[in-house]
C-alpha cells in the first residue's frame, strides 16, 4: 500500500539528511523533492499546494533549522499535516434504536457488494445482528453474489426478484429486520459504470424514504483522482457520511486517499485491504501517515494480532521472554504466526524498523520468500538457534547457505535482524501496555533517522569498557590519589 509514495517521501528525506548542514536555501530544496512525491502519487494538485504551504512554513523556521535533528523535526511536520489532511475520522456506525439502516453505494466495479458483505461481518463480530439487503437491480448478478457473500459470513440476505422498485425492496427489507431481531440493515443498492442522473435519482429516492442513517461510499483506490470526482458527485447528490476505499492492497499509488477529505470534506472510514470477507480495516489517518513515512503501524498489528492468533501460543511465548529466552525457534512460531496476519510484506510494513526483512522479501513471490526465511533457521543445528550470533561463523554460514539453498550473505542479514529483534522482544517482556508503547514510540523514532534501516541491538555495557563520563571520573580520582600521596611526601 502506497509503496511508490513511501519510496519517494523517503528518498525526500535522506536528500534533507545527507546535507553538512540546513539552511533555509537546501530544506526548500528537500520540501521540493516531498512535494514531487506527492504529485507522482496522483494527489490533487490544489491539495499538494495547500499542504506544501502549511509543511513550508514550519519547516524553514528558526526552531526547526537550528534544531539538534531537523531532518526528523521535517518528518514531525509532514506526518501531522498529512494526518490532518486525512482526518479527522469518527468510525461510529451511530447505531440507534430498533433498527439503524446504512445505505452503500458507488459505481460498478468499485467491490460495492463485496465491501457490504465486508461491513456486515465487521458489524456482526461487534456484537450486533446486520440484514444484507440486495437492492442493486440493475446488475443480473448482483443479488446471487450478494446471497453468496451472506453465507460465507452467517448473515441473512433479503432479496425480492418479483420487483424492480429498489425502495420498495428497501422498505420491505427494513420491516422484514425487525421481524427477525436484525439491529443493522445494509443497503447494497445499484451501480453505474459511469454517474448519471438516472443512477443519482434512484439513489435520492431511496435515500428520501427510508432515511438511513449512515451513507456511505464506495470507491475503487486504484482509479486515483477519478475516485475523488466520484465522491465529490455523490456527495453533492447524497450528503455522504464517510468513503470506503477498496483495493489498497494492489498497486495504488495512494492520491485518492490524501485527497478525498480535503476535496470533499468527507473522510474515509474505511479500507479494503484484500480479497477476503475480513480485509476490512478502520482507516486511522495518524496510522496512515505513520505508513507513509515508513514508521509502521503497531496499534493496527496488534488489534489484528488479538483477532487471528493462537493467544496461548503468544502467552508461551511471553513467559519465555519474561525468562530471557527468545531463539531462532521462537522466531520460527512468531514467523508462521505472522502468516495468519495476512501478506507478509504488508505485515512487516506495519513493524517498525523492519524495512530491512521486507526488502529481502520483495521483488518475487512473498510466500516463496517465507519458506526461504523458515527454511534457513531448519538448516540450523539447535545450538545455533540458540546462540546464532555467538556460534553462526564463516563455515556454518556456507553450510547452512548450502542446506537452505540461498546465498551466505542471507544468512548473516537474518542474524542481524534477529539479534535486534530478540533484544526488543526481550526487553518488551513482562511490561504493561503503555511502557511498551514508549518502547515503541522510541523504535518509531529510530526508524524515522533510518527508515529502511534495520531493528539493531541497542549496545549496553558490558563491563569491560568505560564511557568517557566514566573515564573522566577515573582521571579525576587517580588525580586526588596523586595529590594525596604527594602531600603525604611532603608532610614526611
Known amino acids: ?213 449512515q451513507v456511505y461510499l464506495v470507491v475503487d483506490g486504484m482509479t486515483g483522482q477519478d475516485a475523488v470526482n466520484s465522491a465529490k458527485a455523490f456527495n453533492e447528490a447524497l450528503e455522504l457520511d464517510g468513503v470506503i476505499m477498496t483495493k489498497l492492497d494492489g498497486d495504488a499509488r495512494g492520491g485518492a486517499a490524501l485527497s478525498v477529505k480535503a476535496v470533499t ?30 514508521m509502521g503501524d503497531i496499534l493496527t498489528l496488534v488489534e489484528q494480532a488479538q483477532d487471528k492468533l493462537d493467544q496461548d501460543e503468544m502467552a508461551r511465548q511471553e513467559e519465555r521472554m519474561k525468562a530471557g529466552e527468545f531463539t531462532l525457534d521462537d522466531f520460527r512460531k512468531q514467523l508462521l504466526q505472522v502468516r495468519r496476519l495476512g501478506p507478509l510484506q504488508k505485515v512487516m510494513g506495519l513493524i517498525p524498523g523492519m524495512g530491512a526483512l521486507k526488502d529481502m522479501m520483495s521483488g518475487g513471490d512473498a510466500e516463496k520468500d517465507f519458506s526461504r526465511l523458515v527454511s534457513i533457521i531448519d538448516s540450523m543445528t539447535p545450538e545455533e538457534r540458540r546462540n546464532p550470533t555467538r556460534v553462526i561463523d564463516q563455515s556454518r554460514r556456507r553450510r547452512i547457505a548450502s542446506g537452505a539453498g540461498v546465498q551466505p550473505n542471507e544468512i548473516n542479514d537474518l542474524v542481524k535482524q534477529f539479534d535486534g529483534m530478540a533484544s526488543m522482544m526481550k526487553q518488551m517482556a513482562g511490561k504493561g501496555m503503555r511502557e511498551r508503547m514508549q518502547m515503541v514510540k522510541q523504535i518509531q523514532q529510530g526508524a524515522l533517522a533510518d527508515p529502511a534501516g534495520m531493528l539493531t541491538k541497542s549496545k549496553v555495557g558490558t563491563g569491560k569498557r568505560l564511557s568517557a563520563g566514566e573515564k573522566q571520573n577515573k582521571r579525576r580520582r587517580l588525580e586526588q590519589e596523586r595529590r594525596k600521596q604527594r602531600r603525604n611526601q611532603k608532610g614526611n
Open 1 to 213: 500500500m502506497f509503496e511508490s509514495l513511501q519510496d519517494s517521501l523517503q528518498s525526500a528525506i535522506r536528500a534533507v539528511r545527507g546535507r553538512g548542514k540546513l539552511t533555509e536555501a537546501n530544506m526548500r530544496e528537500g520540501l521540493k523533492l516531498v512535494e514531487e512525491a506527492l504529485l507522482n502519487a496522483d494527489v490533487s494538485f490544489s491539495v499538494v499546494r495547500d499542504f506544501m504551504a502549511k509543511v513550508t512554513e514550519q519547516a524553514v523556521g528558526e526552531k526547526v533549522l537550528s534544531a539538534l535533528d531537523p531532518t526528523q523535526q521535517l518528518v514531525g511536520i509532514v506526518g501531522q499535516e498529512l494526518t490532518q489532511l486525512m482526518g479527522p475520522v469518527d468510525h461510529s456506525l451511530h447505531i440507534r434504536g430498533d433498527v439503524t439502516t446504512v445505505m452503500m453505494c458507488g459505481l460498478q466495479g468499485s467491490g460495492k457488494t463485496t465491501t457490504c458483505g465486508k461491513l456486515a461481518l465487521m458489524i456482526k463480530r461487534k456484537g450486533r445482528t446486520p440484514l444484507l439487503v440486495a437492492a442493486d437491480l440493475q446488475r443480473p448478478a448482483a443479488i446471487d453474489q450478494l446471497r453468496v457473500l451472506g453465507e460465507q459470513i452467517g448473515v441473512p440476505v433479503y432479496s425480492d426478484r418479483d420487483t424492480q422498485d429498489p425502495v420498495k425492496v428497501c422498505r420491505d427489507a427494513q420491516k422484514k429486520a425487525r421481524e427477525i431481531g436484525a439491529n443493522v440493515v445494509i443497503l447494497d443498492t445499484a451501480g453505474r459504470l459511469h454517474i448519471d442522473d438516472e443512477l443519482m435519482t434512484q439513489l435520492r429516492r431511496v435515500d428520501e424514504r427510508c432515511q438511513p442513517e
Open 265 to 294: 470534506g468527507v473522510p474515509i472510514k474505511f479500507i479494503g485491504t484484500g480479497e477476503h470477507t475480513d480485509a476490512l480495516e478502520e482507516f486511522h489517518p495518524d496510522r496512515m501517515a505513520q505508513r507513509i513515512l515508513g
